[in-house]
């Protein structure tokens, strides 16, 4: 359906898809179809190890990986072989594990970000000499690194951002809200006509929250002020105010 409009498709997967269904995909022009595979993701049964590697041989360069940051020590090599072997797009999407507010998922904490910004390093570097490329999401704050680490990543071609922007997720119940963090910061399908119009009603709701980040330094910080980093991710900032629940959230953003 997705394919009839002339639209393009960005699918987010564990890389567990069902032999039958395929064929779509694989028929699918690569400009008209990106695949981003969460590498950290566990199937069920025996053979879950074989039916993944039997995607990726499939698509190969529709595949872009994406790792999750869920403890500070990790190791890429074994996904630059997946990308050798099976032809992948040459590089690698980072995420840092982020709380769903009011959830109980498993996140990393702002404490170890110094520690992972080391492993980042160390894995940027093994990247560069295999020519693949590491790409920041969201909530990765300047902080982390100093700025010649900065100065290093940018060397070695990684697409290192600060952010933290509304996502435009639309539930099924046609909320439109923040993100998949952040589903209390939300508007609705019948009050906005454009994209636009949707970004300008979340953000004026998020703003208030915004003016803070996930340490306590960051409402000083000149980096946060200068627009030049994100300040993390607003559901880890909200976790600092440690009585504020979902819906006190919530009766916070109506008034």
């Not at 990790?74 to 690698?92: A, S």
């Not at 922007?165 to 019948?190: K, R, W, Y």
């Not at 454009?194 to 980040?213: D, I, K, M, S, Y």
């Amino acid at each position: 359906m997705i394919a009839s409009t002339g639209l393009d498709l960005i699918l987010f997967s564990n890389g567990f898809i069902p032999e039958n269904n395929l064929p779509c995909l694989q028929e699918m022009p690569a400009e008209k179809l990106a695949l981003l595979i969460n590498v950290n993701a566990e199937g069920k049964g025996k053979n879950f190890d074989i039916q993944r590697q039997r995607v990726l041989k499939c698509l190969n360069d529709k595949v872009t990986l994406g790792f999750t940051i869920l403890k500070p020590n990790f190791d890429l090599f074994p996904y630059f072989r997946w990308i050798n072997d099976y032809g992948l797009q040459r590089k690698i999407r980072l995420g840092l594990a982020q709380p769903i507010f009011g959830g109980g998922n498993q996140f990393l904490s702002p404490k170890l970000y110094k520690n992972a910004a080391r492993s980042i390093l160390i894995n940027a570097k093994a990247a560069h000499l295999e020519n693949i490329s590491l790409e920041f999401d969201c909530g990765f704050v300047r902080c982390m690194f100093t700025d010649e680490e900065w100065q290093q990543l940018d060397e070695m071609g990684v697409n290192s951002e600060s952010h933290c922007a509304p996502n435009l997720d639309i539930g099924m119940d046609g909320t439109v809200f923040h993100c998949f963090s952040l589903s209390q910061i939300a508007t609705s399908l019948e009050r906005v006509n454009t994209t636009l119009q949707a970004l300008g009603e979340l953000n004026e709701l998020r703003e208030p929250f915004r003016q803070v980040g996930i340490y306590p330094d960051c409402s000083n910080c000149d980096e946060l002020h200068q627009g030049r980093c994100c300040g993390g991710c607003l559901s880890l900032t909200l976790q600092r105010f440690h009585d504020l629940t979902p819906e006190k959230f919530v009766s916070l953003l109506l008034k």
